[in-house]
């Protein structure tokens, strides 16, 4: 019986794969969106509205699309997504003004939002409860993937020589919507048709938002993730900016983040030993706390080699949030809700990712281009925090035997034992 309810592994692969080209197109795009801007007389408040218009559009879609997605499939979002990222892509190649280039990042964002919230979705139903950190984990993998390679080429193709870097942003631009139409080459048989049925019973059922978000575990996850993920956009999105101030040049700066992305892969290869040797809330906590000062020592005039090294680490430590805060959210959230309780926090990091940009292009525009990076690392610092206070409150992962007793053959076992 539990056998047809259970896909091999293939979809996980196959959607790790679109994963990375859509997350590939959207990392090689949004440093490219900002070389642009700046080819345009953008200043550092402008490169801000224009970062954070990028989570606009996603911050008012989220739950309704999670909504649906509880309801129904979650494969139909993924090519969905995959259009709306090349489309924002290539439009905002071809866009002359900075309002232009906003709106088309605006749509670019929402097609990055449709397309995670249907993969999170699929990872949810479709793995066993003793499985979902280790898929998640694989599952960030792809995006960990897209943010190693995409910095690079945006790097290697943008060029500032001889006034060249609107023509040379934009042509990035263009190749990036290449790069995540390639995503349609893996999006087949993702979906399990047995775990789409066995979601349409609790679908009938509307669980409403305030109760899942004072769901015990759901606003610790939300607000980890929020601060994981406004210190890997402002990373991607000020690096430029800071290595314009300090000589830097786009290829080295796309090294950089590169780095970062591929001590963020390391990380998720070796998260399950780590849980097992630390636990949830003591690696939580310790990867935000580091992380956080960190990234506040980017704003330090450091060496580059040591910039380097920092950004390592701190890519290191920052591959552990979202996973485990998808997983935390998932245990967390009512059976009928998952998938919106995802979008939930889904669209905490949108909403960080608004009001972060704007906040650190404020700083920025006051204080430097180093400035966003002290504001990020105090909010790492304050994830961490909350993960201690959740800790007490919230249980730690399972053991290994745990499922065991779980599996439908134990439970009328487990019955007679109090007869």
Known sequence: ??????????????????????????????????????????????????????????????????????????????????????????????????????????????????????????????????????????????????????????????????????????????????????????????????????????????????????????????????????????????LPVLGEQRGIPPATVGLLLSLRAAATIACRLVMTPMLRLLGRTALLTTTCLLGGLLCAGIALPVPLRWLALMLTVMGFCLGVGQPLSMTTVVRAAPAAARSTALALRLTGNRLGQVATPASAGLVAGVAGGAAPFVMLGALLVGAAGLGVRSGRTTPEDPAPPVPVPRAGAERPHAKRNPA
């Open 1 to 238: 019986m539990p056998t047809p309810s259970r896909p091999g592994r293939g979809w996980l692969l196959r959607l790790v794969i679109a994963f990375s080209f859509a997350q590939g197109a959207v990392s090689m795009a949004r440093p490219a969106v900002s070389y642009r801007a700046l080819s345009l007389g953008a200043d550092e408040r402008a490169i801000g509205v224009i970062a954070g218009a990028y989570a606009l559009l996603p911050l008012f879609a989220a739950v309704p699309l999670g909504r649906r997605t509880d309801h129904g499939r979650c494969a139909p979002l993924l090519p969905l997504g995959v259009v709306l990222i090349a489309g924002g892509c290539a439009l905002s190649g071809r866009a002359h003004s900075l309002t232009a280039l906003a709106a088309w990042s605006g749509v670019m964002g929402l097609g990055h939002l449709c397309f995670v919230i249907g993969a999170q979705s699929l990872v949810a139903r479709q793995s066993a409860p003793a499985e979902q950190d280790r898929n998640f984990g694989h599952f960030t993998i792809g995006a960990s993937l897209g943010q190693l390679v995409g910095p690079i080429a945006a790097g290697y193709l943008v060029s500032e020589r001889d006034g060249a870097m609107a023509r040379t942003s934009a042509l990035a631009l263009l190749v990036s919507a290449g790069v995540a139409a390639v995503s349609f080459t893996a999006l087949w048989r993702v979906e399990h048709r047995a775990s789409t049925g066995s979601a349409r019973p609790a679908s009938r059922q509307k669980v409403p938002v305030g109760r899942i978000l004072r769901t015990r575990g759901v606003p610790a996850g939300i607000f980890i993730s929020l601060a994981v993920l406004s210190a890997t956009d402002i990373l991607t999105a000020y």
